[in-house]
């Protein structure tokens, strides 16, 4: 599904209004063999033409599986995508009606498991610093973020609900090497004392 600045996470859920023919085909190919779909982000166009053309579509997505689905009387669907594995698209196998890419998976890395562990601490120290914990929404993200003992969890989750602008975020998903996420995400959040962040 070709999606403009749009992506998902491992772990991580995606809300979906389906509603165009060639995508309400897609679900239903996807519901009748394994339920999986990738999201190709679309980067922004330069002009005003809805092109779809490769160039435009970023070279890492995250391999999601169909949640839930609850199709209406329309024949639109509203499903919830939960991101699985980062992957890479090597090329495409088909364009019509839907495209379907063939992929290779871009495993998870951690080559110094001590320094991201530091790392993720210190990240998850900012995060909390900068959330709203008198808001409902504050206090339960705050909870669900000092539940999350893995490093690379704790990136993704930070990634797909903290950074909003996608293409800020995007390359977050191109990353292999756990530290080398937790180095960037540390560089775009700002230190506690700054702007809280709204959750």
């Not at 749009?6 to 519901?31: D, Q, S, T």
């Not at 609850?70 to 090329?91: C, E, I, P, W, Y």
């Not at 495993?107 to 909390?128: D, F, H, I, Q």
């Amino acid at each position: 599904m070709l999606l403009e600045q749009c992506h998902v996470f491992p772990h991580g859920l995606l809300p979906l209004n389906i509603f165009e023919p060639r995508y309400r085909l897609m679900l239903k190919h996807a519901l009748e063999t394994d339920r999986l779909l990738c999201i190709g982000s679309l980067a922004p166009s330069e002009n005003d033409e809805e092109v779809e053309s490769d160039d435009r579509i970023g070279e890492f997505s995250t391999v999601s599986v169909v949640r839930a689905c609850v199709k209406n009387a329309d024949g639109t669907s509203q499903l919830v995508l939960q991101g699985m594995q980062r992957v890479r698209f090597v090329s495409w196998e088909q364009y019509e009606p839907f495209r379907i890419a063939r992929i290779e998976p871009l495993e998870t890395k951690c080559l110094n498991p001590a320094s991201a562990e530091l790392k993720s601490r210190l990240l998850l120290e900012r995060v909390l610093g900068l959330i709203r914990r008198e808001t409902d929404t504050g206090r339960q993200l705050a909870t669900q973020l000092q539940k999350l003992a893995d490093p690379s969890q704790l990136a993704d989750f930070v990634a797909g609900n903290l950074i909003r602008d996608a293409i800020t975020r995007y390359p977050l998903l191109g990353m292999a090497e756990v530290e080398e996420r937790l180095d960037y995400l540390l560089e775009l959040l700002p230190h506690p004392g700054s702007k809280p962040a709204k959750p």
